[in-house]
């Protein structure tokens, strides 16, 4: 299989980029920077086999993901899945009296919105992939309600973050056509600006979809045992690892399972 990995020179993204390398997939990988790789061991075969490709590209400028979604698919075997795992890197993050905020405020919510406009979807040659996109567990209503007592004034420290994370699930409920709790009220609009929904086509577009909502982070060992669910309740924390693990050993190999959905996991 093919895969498109937008946001995927650390972390989740990388992590989950590996498995899928390891398996003998083909990555294509969409950095702003394609030298983030030299030096780095664990890439280099893959890099030396060309089952990792680097394309130059940045998702926060639409027409530089035009581009990756061009060059992604011009190889004669189009993308089967596209992984979305964008985050706030030092420099886009900085602590406050009021908790984690973010430079800016809508980067995650910005990078989605412009990876989904940007793709191709006039093209009668390039099929509309499978799209895997990475939140936050605890951040709807439902999920915060489950969460442990004691986590809960740490994840008030998280309000921007999380903003941010609403805006990306108000995208994907709108381009997939998911019963939403926003179609009333949505996120402010230094998230998503007034006539956000003229950026793609009409709700329901996109047809294959799976959204992630990981517990809190942690750099813990992989362990390959982890809950995963619609609600969970207790959900303190997963390790980047395990959520790699899981995408790359269950969601992907099981796209009937979890195509549609938006599924929690944790330790």
């Known amino acids: 299989m093919k895969f498109l990995a937008i946001g995927a020179s650390r972390n989740i993204g990388y992590l989950t980029a590996l498995h899928l390398l390891q398996q003998g997939h083909h990555v294509a990988f969409v950095l702003r920077n394609t030298s983030t790789f030299i030096g780095n061991a664990e890439m280099k075969p893959f890099l030396e086999s060309g ?128 019963t939403s709790p926003w179609d009333e009220q949505g996120p402010s609009e230094k998230i998503l600006a007034p006539g956000w929904e003229s950026n793609v086509p009409d709700r329901g577009w996109l047809k294959h979809v799976t959204i992630v909502r990981p517990a809190v982070l942690t750099n813990g060992k992989m362990t390959g045992k982890y809950r995963v669910g619609d609600l969970l309740h207790g959900a303190f924390r997963i390790s980047r690892q395990d959520v790699a693990h899981f995408i790359a050993n269950d969601v992907i190999p099981n796209p009937v399972k979890y195509d549609g959905k938006a599924v929690s996991v944790a330790h």
Request: net charge negative; with cysteine; charged share 15%.
């Open 51 to 178: 089952s990792a490709q680097l394309i130059q590209g940045d998702a926060l400028d639409v027409g530089s993901m035009r581009s990756a979604w061009i060059e992604a698919n011009s190889t004669g075997e189009p993308v089967d899945v596209a992984i979305f795992t964008v985050g706030a890197g030092p420099a886009q993050a900085t602590f406050t009296f009021k908790g984690l905020v973010l430079d800016p405020p809508n980067l995650c919510t910005s990078a989605l919105l412009n990876t989904l406009s940007s793709f191709p979807f006039d093209s009668a040659t390039i099929k509309q992939p499978r799209f895997i996109v990475i939140t936050s567990n605890g951040v709807m209503k439902d999920t915060h309600s489950a969460l442990p007592l004691t986590l809960r004034p740490f994840y008030a420290m998280l309000d921007g973050p999380h903003a941010d994370k609403i805006g990306m699930e108000k995208v994907i409920h709108h381009s997939a056509g998911w």
